[in-house]
């Protein structure tokens, strides 16, 4: 049988989320028509495809979640709701034409930097290679679903379901429900989930600390504000600039960050109206900022009703019927549904290798590692979307992608004016680079408990230690001459 020649394009963008789909909006801004956008989903969105649990929403201001070359006067909370920040994607997609460039329900096999041509070979599931000069991974830390490692997870007779694979068909109504986890997802899912089960069980490992979320409805004058040139941005700027400053609030030992908790704690009282044994399980005892802060008004609340149960006993295993704990008591269920987060470790999880064959996930056995998150030497060519170290506990990804899409479109115009195949930045310099961030990290307070943000070797390879404008900064000061190699 004939193998088909490798289809060509300019571009291969991995991942239909927020940062694929701003990535494609700006290579059609600077004149590149010439890409494709895989993603194995059956629809695009990524997180918000993949996270459709009841009461999913964004925690940041929806003014600050849009792009600022899309902005979007039709928010009808401040908060959005997943529903609303999907249908805010898909019209993106369709405004920019971008159907005829999504190829969905598509996975990726393998990438691999070809370096005799000094293009990307990108080998898809139904076998089909396409040969790209560029490689934009834009799969996002929080991809891949992560289940409790527990024993008898699989035996677990009644319906068992990941929060970022929902299954709706799952009826709740009047049953018995476990959630295990207490992150972000949890926080949402709890209150919802209370309104309908018979009985709802929730197994903390550690508790989050929760703040107050300060929404509200968008009402018709908003929405009319919205539509004045230049609103927007103001509104944008002033989310941008509150959210820096709640920053200082991670500041070890900081006024910010005690005020910070005093509110965690003010909160956390009125939500449990004085009880003060669930105050106790509730109250975390690391320093606020650690893991990602909850914001949440229903949250706390939500166990103080007669059907919702914190349990804060060890899980040893789960059993055909439920979960039991290490006293020896088991909690008997219906459904079981993990809120266990992500496999940030993993979450470029499509072999790539670079050159010299060298494999991507071997040279990030201990965590990963980029040059400002967005580039790694011996990946030549390759553009990371929110790759290690670009999360924050504070502000919109949105502010880490655009500054990312206008590197990687720097470093592709620079590319054509010097007639070069590829660059690939100096491994020296990107060791420097995470020499310094981990050395910052040191101390810090996303070094004080375990979380997401942390590999199991406890190094952090998902926060950045800085302020939003400095990584803006220093990405835009790229010295590719100094900095990078050519060939
Ligand atoms: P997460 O923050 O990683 O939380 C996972 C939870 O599962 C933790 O409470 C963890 O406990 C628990 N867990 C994991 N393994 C366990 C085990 N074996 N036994 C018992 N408990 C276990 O995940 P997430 O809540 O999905 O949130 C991930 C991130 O996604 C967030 O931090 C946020 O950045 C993003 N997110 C954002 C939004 C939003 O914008 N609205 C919503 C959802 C998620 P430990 O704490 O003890 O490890």
């Given at each position: 049988m004939n193998t088909p020649a490798p289809t060509r394009h300019d571009v291969l963008i991995l991942g239909a989320g927020m940062s694929g789909l701003a990535m494609a909006m700006a290579?059609?801004?600077?004149?590149?028509?010439?890409?494709?956008?895989?993603?194995?989903?059956?629809?695009?969105?990524?997180?918000?495809?993949?996270?459709?649990?009841?009461?999913?929403?964004?925690?940041?201001?929806?003014?600050?979640?849009?792009?600022?070359?899309?902005?979007?006067?039709?928010?009808?909370?401040?908060?959005a709701a997943a529903p609303e920040i999907l249908a805010y994607m898909q019209g993106l997609a369709s405004r920019h034409g971008l159907a005829r460039h999504l190829r969905l329900g598509t996975a990726v096999r393998a990438a691999n930097f070809d370096e005799n041509r000094g293009r990307w070979l990108i080998t898809l599931d139904s076998d089909e290679v396409i040969d790209a000069r560029f490689f934009v991974c834009s799969t996002g830390p929080l991809s891949v679903p992560r289940w409790p490692a527990i024993e008898g997870l699989d035996s677990f007779a009644g319906p068992r379901l990941h929060s970022a694979r929902w299954d709706n068909t799952v009826d709740m109504a009047g049953r018995r429900v476990g959630v295990i986890g207490t992150g972000s997802t949890a926080s949402q899912l709890v209150p919802e989930l209370a309104k309908q089960a018979a009985r709802l069980t929730v197994f903390q490992r550690t508790?989050?600390?929760?703040?107050?979320?300060?929404?509200?409805?968008?009402?018709?004058?908003?929405?009319?504000?919205?539509h004045v040139p230049g609103w927007n941005r103001v509104v944008r700027a002033f989310w941008?600039?509150?959210?820096?400053?709640?920053?200082?609030?991670?500041?070890?030992?900081s006024q910010a960050q005690g005020r910070l908790t005093a509110l965690a704690r003010g909160h956390m009282r009125r939500q449990l109206r004085g009880d003060e044994?669930?105050?106790?399980?509730l109250q975390p005892t690391y320093p606020i900022g650690c893991k990602r802060i909850v914001f949440s008004n229903d949250y706390l609340r939500a166990f103080t009703q007669p059907q919702v149960q914190l349990e804060t006993k060890a899980i040893t295993r789960i059993t055909a019927t439920g979960v039991?704990?290490?006293d020896g008591s088991e909690h008997p269920l219906d459904v079981l549904v993990c809120a266990t987060g992500f496999d940030v470790q993993h979450s470029v999880s499509v072999p790539i290798t670079g050159r010299g064959g060298a494999l991507l996930q071997a040279q990030w056995a201990d965590g990963a590692m980029a040059h400002?998150?967005?580039?790694?030497?011996?990946?030549?060519?390759?553009?990371?979307?929110?790759?290690?170290?670009?999360?924050?506990?504070?502000?919109?990804?949105?502010?880490?992608?655009?500054?990312?899409?206008r590197f990687a479109l720097r470093a592709m115009q620079l590319l054509d004016k010097r007639g070069s195949r590829w660059l690939d930045v100096r491994a020296d310099t990107m060791q420097a680079f995470n020499d310094e961030l981990q050395q910052r990290l040191q101390g810090s307070v996303w070094m004080q408990c375990r979380s997401w943000y942390?590999?199991?070797?406890?190094?952090?390879?998902?926060?950045w230690p800085g302020y939003t404008p400095e990584y803006r900064r220093r990405l835009a000061q790229v010295d590719f001459e100094r900095e990078f190699v050519f060939g």
């Open positions: 290579l059609q801004r600077a004149g590149r028509h010439d890409f494709l956008i895989v993603d194995k989903s059956a629809g695009l969105g990524g997180t918000w495809w993949d996270n459709r649990y009841p009461g999913a929403c964004v925690d940041v201001p929806a003014p600050l979640y849009s792009f600022s070359c899309a902005p979007h006067p039709g928010w009808q909370r401040r908060f508790p989050n600390w929760v703040l107050p979320r300060f929404d509200r409805a968008y009402g018709a004058l908003d929405r009319l504000l919205f941008a600039a509150t959210s820096e400053s709640f920053r200082r609030g991670f500041e070890p030992g044994a669930l105050r106790q399980q039991q704990l290490a400002l998150g967005t580039t790694v030497a011996g990946f030549p060519n390759l553009f990371l979307m929110l790759g290690p170290n670009t999360a924050t506990g504070h502000t919109s990804t949105l502010l880490f992608i655009e500054p990312q899409l942390r590999a199991d070797n406890g190094r952090n390879v998902a926060i």
